[in-house]
T-cell receptor, first 115, second 115 residues
C-alpha cells in the first residue's frame, strides 16, 4: 500500500445530497492534494494544501469544498453536485517540493456517481 | 503554461517484446518530468522522474525513460514487456523554475500486454 487511505471507495449520491470524502496519510508528509480523474480526460488538479494552508484552487466550483484540519487528513465536502461531477477522486500527498523529493503518493480513490 | 501530450490512447504489445509509451511536453523554461502507472482499481504509483543530469532515467519494474530536450519528449520504455505491465500510464510535467507543486498530467495511455 502507498500509505494514503481514502474512504469511501465508492459513493453514489443524488444531486441534493451532502457527502464528504476522506483522505488520511501516514507518511509524515506536509502537502496534500485532491485530483479528479474522468474517463478519457487528463488528471485534473483541484486543490493543494501545504502545511494545512490551501495554496492552490484550480478554479473548482464552490460545490466542492476542501478541508485540511491537520497535515495527515484531508476532506472534500460535496453538495448539490451535478451528474458531470461523476468521476474518480484521488487524494495524494508529498513532502513540500524542493526539486529533489518530487514524488506524489496516491490513494486508491473514491469512485463517485452522481444521479 | 505547461502541458503534456500522450498521443496514443492505447498501446498493444506481445509479452517479451519492447514497450514504448510516448510523451511530449510543453513548458516555459526547464522541465521536471515524471511517469506514473495506475493499475485497475488503484491510485497512481510513481515510476520514475527526470530532474537534471543524465538524460536516461531508470525507474521501477525495469522501466526507463529518455529525456530529449530538442524534441521535448520523455518516452517511457521497457526492453521486454510482461503481462503484469498492463495498466494505465501517465506522463506529467512541472516547470522547474515555478514555485509550488502543481503537476500537469497527460491523458494517459493504456498498455495491454498479451501473452
Amino acid at each position: 500500500e502507498t500509505g494514503v487511505t481514502q474512504t469511501p471507495r465508492h459513493l453514489v449520491m443524488g444531486m441534493t445530497n451532502k457527502k464528504s470524502l476522506k483522505c488520511e496519510q501516514h507518511l509524515g508528509h506536509n502537502a496534500m492534494y485532491w485530483y479528479k480523474q474522468s474517463a478519457k480526460k487528463p488528471l485534473e488538479l483541484m486543490f493543494v494544501y501545504n502545511f494545512k494552508e490551501q495554496t492552490e484552487n484550480n478554479s473548482v466550483p464552490s460545490r466542492f469544498s476542501p478541508e485540511c484540519p491537520n497535515s495527515s487528513h484531508l476532506f472534500l465536502h460535496l453538495h448539490t453536485l451535478q451528474p458531470e461531477d461523476s468521476a474518480l477522486y484521488l487524494c495524494a500527498s508529498s513532502q513540500p517540493w524542493t526539486g529533489l523529493n518530487e514524488k506524489l503518493f496516491f490513494g486508491s480513490g473514491t469512485q463517485l456517481s452522481v444521479l | 503554461a505547461q502541458s503534456v501530450a500522450q498521443p496514443e490512447d492505447q498501446v498493444n504489445v506481445a509479452e517479451g517484446n519492447p514497450l514504448t509509451v510516448k510523451c511530449t511536453y510543453s513548458v516555459s523554461g526547464n522541465p521536471y518530468l515524471f511517469w506514473y502507472v495506475q493499475y485497475p482499481n488503484r491510485g497512481l504509483q510513481f515510476l520514475l522522474k527526470y530532474i537534471t543530469g543524465d538524460n536516461l532515467v531508470k525507474g521501477s519494474y525495469g522501466f526507463e525513460a529518455e529525456f530529449n530536450k530538442s524534441q521535448t519528449s520523455f518516452h517511457l520504455k521497457k526492453p521486454s514487456a510482461l503481462v503484469s505491465d498492463s495498466a494505465l500510464y501517465f506522463c506529467a510535467v512541472r516547470q522547474r523554475e515555478a514555485a509550488g507543486n502543481k503537476l500537469t498530467f497527460g491523458g494517459g495511455t493504456r498498455v495491454l500486454v498479451k501473452p
